[in-house]
């Protein structure tokens, strides 16, 4: 089995900054996995913010480019998503994901979330 536990979330106003970090442990060779960002809104569809593959490639969504920024510490487990420049439309669930693949792709191993909000 896989935990991912995400952190990080909050409050904070329209232009500012979060980092989310996404820590996995269990059963994982995390180096060799693809990391992804995802987000939900209520009533919204989940949708991929960004990804990370085990290589380093990193995809975003058009909605977040030039904001966010996706990065890995294989050494702590660990993703990170630096966000700036938030905007009141990035408030959602934030969840970490990750696979066995090793490149950008949905697997099948989910964290809680963490709630972002943005006010404007």
């Known amino acids: 089995q896989v935990q991912l536990e995400e952190s990080g979330g909050g409050l904070v106003q329209a232009g500012g900054s979060l980092r989310l970090s996404c820590v996995a442990s269990?059963?994982?060779?995390?180096?060799?996995?693809?990391m992804g960002w995802y987000r939900q809104a209520p009533g919204k569809q989940r949708e991929l913010v960004a990804c990370i593959s085990s290589g380093g490639n990193r995809n975003y969504a058009d909605s977040v480019k030039g904001r966010f920024t996706i990065s890995r510490d294989n050494a702590k487990n660990t993703v990170y998503l630096q966000m700036n420049s938030l905007k009141p439309e990035d408030t959602a669930v934030y969840l970490c994901?990750?696979?066995?693949?090793?490149?950008?792709?949905?697997?099948?191993?989910w964290g809680q979330g963490t709630q972002v909000t943005v006010s404007s």
């Open positions: 994901n990750t696979n066995e693949r090793g490149y950008c792709y949905t697997g099948r191993y």
């Open positions: 269990g059963s994982i060779m995390f180096r060799a996995n693809g």
